[in-house]
């Protein structure tokens, strides 16, 4: 079988988790609703696990949603690239009559959130650019190095819905491939660890808690960050599926604790690999501490094992299903 035959095969089964992963919708924040309903789904099966989606309309019109980032147009909006002077990147972001759009919704604190990460999923980033009058959005670049990358641009126009629109963004250079890290509950970055408690389920929505120490001391007093004790986004191996996913509780709320523990509500649209990347605010700076999870019916990582070592071939990195090798 080539990979071309694989990854069509691939899609189907995409296609067909979707037909009920409507929920998803939720929490991938912006999503495409089909304009009709293609799957004959029904509401079988998702009344069951899982905090409340916030919107009973999901039972009445039953919608097949995309996870965001897949397309670079969507609903009229384009987001296109524009060339910037060396150590910045620059994009607009175009609308249904064609222009660049000038007004965008404050969402999480900002009018634009701008993620980057290279198509291994290596090198997340994000950021905010600056809106200049023209409709350019403007920011010191953060593709740090060469690769193919994935750049999102998650915004809400005004007058308009939530979208996440991405693009590819070619860093020439010399090429470096990166496997995909094993999948792990704990991580370390800028002298904190983290851990993971938790695993996303497709087509359900799942707890995964964030917990945040230093020199093995809980971390108490995380600092609101866009809004939150932490920032969550996933992205699906494969394709960069983007979804973005916020915190249980808000900070000043009276019930919310400042850390260690940042919980999120997930829910993932298929099996497969994902990469977790949680941007947290604590000393004044904001960190990134990523993860790669497994969804769905897959053999669940043994908390004490930090890597898969022992892995029954030594092409692990490679193993991952879905990946071909041509
Ligand atoms: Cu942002």
Redesign the pocket.
């Known amino acids: 079988m080539n990979t071309a035959t694989k990854l069509s095969g691939f899609a189907l089964g995409l296609a067909a988790v979707f037909g009920t992963a409507y929920g998803v919708g939720h929490l991938a924040g912006p999503v495409t609703p089909a304009a009709e309903t293609r799957h004959d789904a029904t509401d079988a099966g998702h009344d069951s696990g899982g905090p409340d989606h916030g919107d009973g309309g999901h039972a009445a019109t039953v919608t097949t949603h995309l996870p965001g980032g897949l397309l670079v147009s969507d609903r009229g909006y384009t987001l296109q690239p524009v060339t910037a002077p060396a150590g910045e990147f620059a994009f607009r972001i175009t609308g249904p009559d064609g222009r660049p759009v000038t007004r965008f919704d404050v969402a999480?604190?900002?009018r634009?959130?701008?993620?980057v990460a290279r198509r291994d999923l290596s090198g997340f980033r994000?950021?905010?650019p600056e809106l200049a009058a023209d409709g350019t959005w403007r920011v010191a670049s953060p593709l740090a190095g060469p690769g193919v990358w994935r750049a999102f641009a998650?915004f809400t126009p005004t007058g308009g819905e939530p979208l996440t629109l991405g693009v590819d963004v070619t860093v020439p250079g010399a090429l470096e491939h990166r496997s995909l890290p094993a999948p792990a509950t704990s991580t370390t970055v800028d002298g904190y660890t983290v851990t993971l408690a938790g695993a996303p389920q497709p087509g359900r929505t799942s707890r995964l808690t964030l917990t945040v120490s230093r020199d093995g001391r809980p971390v108490t007093d995380l600092q609101p960050y866009?809004g939150a004790y932490g920032?969550l986004v996933a992205l699906r191996q494969g394709d960069l599926a983007y979804l973005h996913v916020h915190p249980e509780g808000t900070p000043g709320d009276g019930r919310t604790p400042a850390g260690p523990a940042v919980t999120f509500a997930a829910e993932v649209p298929s099996a497969g690999a994902y990469r977790l990347y949680l941007d947290f605010r604590h000393g004044d700076a904001v960190h990134t501490a990523e993860f790669t999870v497994l969804a769905g019916d897959q053999p669940t990582p043994t908390p004490a094992a930090p890597a898969p070592t022992t892995a029954p071939t030594p092409d692990a990195g490679h193993g991952t299903p879905g990946h071909g090798h041509s």
């Open positions: 999480h604190d900002k634009m959130h701008l993620i994000h950021v905010h998650d866009l920032h």
